[in-house]
């Protein structure tokens, strides 16, 4: 409404107000993009991926629309506000792209690698060990070592392969489902994928367990296959023992050392309760828990012990 002197009641002329209005409609025409441009930051959080969950975060409003700001009004002043529609669309056309990308590696696109051949080993009726442990304390060295002296089939890395197979996913992801490192880990975990995931894990350990007598690392494996009675020994060492050793073994630094050592624990404990509902390391857990510090061929033969003991 105009004023007795030709302004609005802001206080605009008329000009002035229906520039602000043309200029709003502007600025927010593209606004709903950001809904879904938030969404796909959070779900990129969700599944251990901090570094694209912020730089979509800024994208819109730091590494687009503040040099548009600055560049556009030198075509003309008008063209200032479509700086943030112009951010709005490259953010989501950026965003999406990002997320094609992760789907086609959740997925296994005709562009990721092949997953390495693994097969269930044949075996003979005996016992099934699971190896749980702390990051650096040597679990797999000590595992691989058990194996050959059973003479059974040793499984780690193998077992990633399988997984990937059964499910249908790429092998690359399989792989980090243990070992993601992110604030929202649980709602990474109950992602459709990694359900997806455990449940082919679950399958595979059982039919490795079928075969007959193993040793298997990780993968909760002596709570998914409790049913098969396994013998379950749990792996720890000193704090300096492991930072000794992943130094010497990968020329971490002793502050790396210790930051990988903390953020590996945590994630494999948080990977076995949400697998198993039960606490990693606890005793309770456990057939056998054991320091690797006391040595690696002391601790394979504890373990001979121990299995021969419940035989």
């Known amino acids: 409404m105009l004023g007795v002197f030709g302004y609005t009641e802001s206080g ?21 993009l950001t809904c879904l441009v938030k969404v796909t930051s959070i779900f990129f959080q969700a599944i251990g991926m901090p570094v694209k969950a912020m730089l979509i975060a800024l994208m819109r409003d730091v590494i687009f629309v503040v040099p548009l700001a600055y560049l556009l009004p030198l075509a003309s002043k008008e063209a200032f506000y479509w700086s943030a529609p112009i951010s709005d669309v490259m953010t989501f056309i950026v965003s999406a792209a990002m997320l094609i990308a992760v789907f086609r ?33 040597g679990g797999a060295e000590i595992a691989k070592r058990l194996a050959k002296a059973l003479g059974v089939p040793f499984y780690d890395k193998e077992v990633t392969s399988l997984i990937a197979a059964e499910s249908g996913l790429a092998q690359e992801y399989v792989d980090k489902i243990e070992t993601k490192d992110s604030a929202l880990y ?11 995931a455990v449940a082919a894990q679950q399958k595979v350990l059982e039919k490795i367990a079928k075969e007959g ?13 409790r049913d098969y009675d396994p013998y379950r020994v749990f792996i720890y060492a000193p704090l300096e023992y492991r930072k000794g ?17 903390e953020k590996a624990d945590k994630r494999r404990a948080k990977f076995y309760e949400s697998v198993s509902g ?5 005793r309770e857990n456990y057939d056998l828990m054991v320091d690797s510090s006391a040595g690696i061929d002391r601790v394979v033969k504890l373990i001979l012990d121990g299995i021969s003991a419940q035989a």
């Not at 002329?13 to 709903?32: C, V």
């Not at 649980?186 to 997806?196: C, G, I, K, Q």
């Not at 039960?278 to 606890?282: A, L, P, Q, R, V």
């Open 213 to 225: 007598s193993c040793v298997i690392v990780g993968r909760a494996a002596d709570h998914v296959l």
């Open 278 to 282: 039960k606490t990693w390391g606890n």
């Open 12 to 32: 605009c002329s008329p000009a002035e107000f229906a520039l602000g209005i043309s200029a709003f409609r502007i600025y927010i025409g593209f606004i709903f």
């Open 105 to 137: 590696q959740i997925s296994g696109g005709e562009d990721e690698k092949p997953a390495e051949e693994a097969a269930v080993l044949p075996s003979q009726k005996g016992v099934i060990v699971t190896i749980s442990r702390e990051h650096g304390a």
């Open 245 to 261: 050793r992943i130094m010497h073994n990968y020329g971490d630094g002793e502050d790396e050392a210790a930051e990988n050592i």
């Open 186 to 196: 649980s709602l990474y975990l109950s992602t459709e994928a990694n359900r997806t």
